[in-house]
């Protein structure tokens, strides 16, 4: 018999190495050392926590009491996991895409991030796990006073204080820091090394009760055969329901939900646990039946088939081996109390306590002081608060029942989770609100059939109510619900309950209609294997990053939210510490944040700092509004753009024709220059001839004279032309009123431009109008026209045609002759100073005259214009038959 | 959002490896049927024998963990695991689109 000092020693040895593993395993894993801590094997061992001391210890009653039925605990979880690739994959690959922290997590994102469904999943689990730690508890407690005998005081004190060493174990190792993604290396290490333990303890208690007690496989064979269970019973509703039953729970649990998702580190790791855990579970289940059988045949081995595993060895004297399978058993309990208490503390510290707190003022997240402070202590205080309500289950049920009847009814209260998950990540169409009701629906049926009926007639729920049914009504009875008597409690629980909450999702589903923020999320979920399929959501980007960095500093930690900020900074190609907030960079952050305190908390604090925390219709509206008005600002703007363009063009034109005028000044100031200097050139060399030339001939001389004459003559109308043109374009010439006949006019004009017989003259129209105008001037133009119709209409017989009319209080004058016309790209140059429509130098001008001509029709008050497509060069002169007085001329 | 049209004929080792998903797929129900068939024994009024129920299921549930184990070292290739036309389950690194080219001299 072992001493019970030598137990809590060995226990406490145990537990010490436990520490030393995980210690060691969290440093290697932050140095980045020891690969396979992160690999498929660990992965493997950690889902092992599924096989509790219920599994260790009860699987043995089980098949004692109900033959091979025990293993359908096993079958459950196998199909689910050699069915990976239906269902796991996507689940696992959705936790990581949408960094969920715990099952409560996953359904509150994907329903919206709804707080209220996070803390109705969190007080379901916490509600329908706190009876299973009770069973850890019971387990050792009863392992321990069977191993060390009666000698042991008070068994219950042993529980207690399993229980605050868990708790310990669990703050140092589950709460240390704020992971980014909520990961924890070292008590995945830690609860690997359990499962080796266990199973290598239940091994062990197998092959020698195979071999040493049973006489080989071929003995335990024939003893299985005579023995009390050679023949079983079964159901097949019981059969397949609790497969089925353990296939979901394998799903929902959220110790499982922990190891199986949250502390996945790569997808592949799910590829190998497909085959290893089923391998495993068959491991475990494998000497069941055989210990049992030879459990039963032992009279040493006492009256609870649920301790055969540790009475069996103990009863043949085999100490070490007893001590091992203890040890087994212990680990089975830790491991499972472990990552039950970090699951259930992450979802009640983000599902309820941080919420609580962010609504207990307003702009928590901006407040000072660390919330990740905050964040642990929630966590700390759950941990503690989960092991102490196990540990009351447990005195207060006193541990009547047996072991396995809790874990079924465990079982049956965390499924009602499925609906909701396998809608979450299958269905689209599940809504919030169908959640809800099926959650609360099977929550409920649950508590009311099978949870505190579960306390014994006359625990919780009066002895009367249970016979009879509330108020004396039958069909409420909760073990026959709606009179369905004869069925098995677990089963007609199961059923109920399950149907209850199908029925309220899919039917709430149905008839609600999803916030968009529930679509998005149930777009990027259902659809996660298509790629891109990130929707992005919109954040109004009113926050400044500032405020994001101080609050993301106090749930990462400084340096770890000063390097993602820079990072982003530098991403968006900027100096320092401060990105912009973009959506993009916002929505980021979410997913950051969310992997420490949960999609809802991430969610919410974000949402205090955006102001936008709810997108709800009337924001949806709100945005729809704005992007009517933005529409219309950018028809506005697209018109102010239009008119820029049609700018833009004129000052193009205008840029065009001032490069063009420039080259022609260029070529023009050339050419004054070269005509400046031919008669410059003439006159000097005849002025030579005669100063030196005494011999000349008078006619001669005064030939030489002549040409002089001429060419300062000719020197003279160019530099008079020039200054004609200056005094006019100042303003500065005096015009000289007068009442005249418009044909007097013309008659001189034509007369004086001295193109008799060179240009035949057309006129027509009545001409016999009066004018008050400057009529030496108005004829200067005319004479210009008509000069250059003569030097440019290029026809075997030029001819100008002259036609007048009147027009309101103006007469148009046009000259139109027969030549080729000036093209298209020089009609707006020809009236500029210099410009000449050719650039030839036949015309002998100096190019001023058409320039001459429009500041003179503009001093009259009218104007000369080209007039395009009339067969040959057309000018229209407008005279107004009074032209304004002097005095408005002097004014301007 | 409609997804962008599926090809009717895929290149052989796709169309293998749909197959192989469907085999994944596929593997629980047999499982369960599998699991279920000791239940119609057990249901007669006589019962069952434990022992010879208990072969049967750990026989089929050694095979399961054997399939299981094929298909996923089949699936899990290194193209890991999204499907789509551009997971191939090939263990040689795909042919580069283009061969590589001696750079062109520069003129």
């Known amino acids: ?892 | 959002m409609t997804p962008p049209a599926e090809p009717p004929f895929v290149d052989r080792r796709l169309y293998r490896r749909r197959r192989l998903m469907d085999a994944a797929r596929l593997l629980p129900v047999l499982g369960a049927v599998l699991f279920a068939l000791p239940v119609l024994n057990a249901a007669a009024p006589e019962g069952a024998s434990t022992a010879r129920t208990g072969l049967f299921l750990f026989a089929v549930w050694g095979g399961l963990v054997l399939v299981a184990g094929v298909l996923s070292r089949a699936l899990a290739g290194p193209e890991g695991a999204p499907p789509g036309p551009q997971a191939a389950p090939d263990d040689r690194p795909p042919p580069p689109a283009t061969a590589p080219r001696p750079a062109e001299p520069r003129c």
Request: hydrophobic content about 50%; aromatic content about 8%; glycine content about 10%.
């Open chain 1, 1 to 892: 018999m072992l001493t019970a000092n030598f137990l809590v020693g060995a226990c406490l040895a145990y537990v010490a190495l436990l520490f030393v593993v995980a210690f060691a395993a969290e440093r290697m894993t932050a140095q980045g050392r020891g690969e396979w801590l992160t690999g498929p094997v660990i992965y493997t061992l950690s889902l092992s926590i599924y096989c509790t001391a219920w599994t260790f210890y009860g699987a043995v009653g089980y098949a004692v009491r109900s033959g091979l039925e025990f293993v359908t605990i096993y079958l459950g979880p196998t199909l689910v996991l050699i069915g990976w690739w239906a269902v796991l994959r996507k689940l696992v690959r959705v936790g990581r895409s949408q960094r969920i922290t715990s099952i409560a997590d996953l359904i509150s994102s994907r329903y919206g991030k709804s707080t209220a469904l996070g803390a109705l999943v969190t007080i379901l689990a916490v509600v329908a796990t706190t009876p299973y730690i009770a069973l850890q508890l019971q387990s050792v407690t009863l392992s321990f006073s069977v191993i060390a005998g009666s000698d042991s005081d008070d068994p219950g004190s042993i529980s207690l204080i399993v229980a605050i060493g868990l708790a310990v174990f669990t703050i140092v190792f589950g709460t240390r820091n704020l992971d980014v993604n909520e990961r924890h290396s070292g008590i995945v290490t830690a609860i690997a090394l359990e499962a080796v333990v266990k199973l290598v303890a239940l091994l062990a208690v197998g092959l020698y009760v195979v071999f040493a007690l049973g006489g080989g496989p071929a003995g335990i064979f024939a003893r299985i055969e005579s023995s009390p269970i050679a023949e079983w019973q079964v159901s097949s509703g019981r059969w397949i329901g609790l497969t089925f039953l353990s296939a979901a729970a394998f799903l929902c649990l959220p110790r499982m939900f922990q190891v199986l998702v949250v502390e996945n580190r790569d997808e592949r790791h799910l590829a190998t646990a497909a085959w290893a855990f089923p391998a495993y579970l068959l491991a475990m289940s494998l000497f069941v039946v055989p210990i049992a059988v030879v459990g039963l045949g032992l009279p040493g081995a006492g009256d609870n088939p649920d301790l055969f595993v540790l009475t069996v060895p103990l009863s043949q004297g085999e100490g070490g081996l007893a001590m091992l399978s203890f040890l087994g058993g212990f680990s089975s309990a830790t491991s499972m109390v472990i990552v039950a208490a970090i699951a259930l503390a992450t979802m009640m510290s983000n599902h309820i306590v941080v919420p609580l707190w962010l609504r207990s003022g307003p702009q928590r997240a901006m407040m000072s002081g660390d919330v990740r402070r905050v964040v642990l202590m929630a966590r700390r205080f759950s941990i503690i608060g989960v092991l102490a309500l196990g540990y009351l289950y447990y005195r207060v049920s006193g541990g009547g029942a047996a072991l396995a009847a809790i874990g079924l009814i465990s079982f049956v209260g965390i499924v009602q989770i499925l609906p909701a998950l396998m809608g979450a990540i299958f269905w689209r169409g599940g809504t919030r609100t169908g959640a809800g009701i099926g959650l609360g629906l099977g929550f409920a049926l649950w508590a009311w059939t099978l949870f505190l009926p579960s306390f014994g007639a006359g625990g919780i729920l009066p002895a009367g109510v249970v016979a009879e049914g509330p108020w004396g009504i039958g069909w409420l009875r909760p073990e026959a619900l709606f009179g369905l008597e004869g069925l098995d409690p677990v089963l007609h629980a199961l059923l109920w309950s399950l149907l209850a909450n199908v029925a309220g999702f899919v039917a709430g589903s149905l008839v609600s209609f999803p916030a968009p923020m529930e679509r998005m999320q149930g777009a990027a979920m259902v659809n996660v294997f298509r790629s891109g399929a990130a929707l992005s959501s919109w954040q109004p980007s009113r926050v400044d990053s500032e405020d994001l960095l101080i609050m993301v500093q106090r749930i990462l930690g400084p340096s770890e939210a000063q390097a993602m900020f820079q990072a982003e900074a530098a991403r968006q190609g900027k100096q320092g510490y401060l990105p912009d907030a973009t959506p993009g960079f916002v929505e980021r952050l979410e997913k950051e944040l969310s992997g420490s305190v949960g999609a809802t908390t991430a969610h919410a604090m974000i949402a205090q700092l955006t102001e936008g925390s709810v997108v709800s219709v009337e924001e949806l509206m709100r945005v729809g509004e704005e992007t009517a008005q933005i529409m219309e600002y950018s028809a506005r703007l697209e018109a102010q753009s239009d008119e820029l363009s049609r700018t833009a063009r004129q000052l193009r034109d205008a840029n065009a024709k001032l490069t063009a005028l420039s080259i022609q000044k260029d070529a023009f100031l050339s050419q004054i220059s070269h005509e400046l200097r031919t008669p410059m050139t003439s006159i000097r060399s005849f002025a030579e001839i005669l100063r030196d030339g005494d011999g000349l001939a008078p006619r001669e001389r005064a030939r030489f004279s002549g040409i002089i004459h001429d060419e300062a003559a000719r020197l003279t109308r160019l530099l008079d032309d020039l200054l004609d043109l200056s005094v006019l374009e100042s303003g500065q010439v005096t015009l000289h009123p007068a009442s005249e006949r418009l044909d007097r006019i013309l008659d001189r004009a034509v007369a004086a431009a001295g193109v008799e017989g060179a240009l035949r003259i057309r006129r027509r129209g009545a001409e016999h109008v009066h004018l008050v105008t400057d009529p030496d001037r108005l004829a200067q133009v005319f004479i210009n026209i008509v000069a250059n119709a003569r030097k440019y209409a290029e026809a075997t017989t030029p001819e100008l045609t002259i036609s007048v009319r009147q027009e309101g209080g103006a007469v148009l004058v046009d000259f139109i002759d027969n030549g080729d016309g000036i093209p298209a790209e020089a009609q707006s140059l020809i009236f500029e100073k210099f410009s000449r429509a050719d650039n030839t130098e036949a015309a002998g001008g100096a190019g001023l005259g058409l320039a001459i001509c429009r500041e003179i029709m503009a001093r009259l008050g009218g104007s000369i214009d080209y007039l395009p497509g009339q067969g040959g060069a057309a000018f229209r002169v407008r005279v107004p038959l009074r032209m304004a007085p002097p005095r408005a001329e002097a004014a301007e």
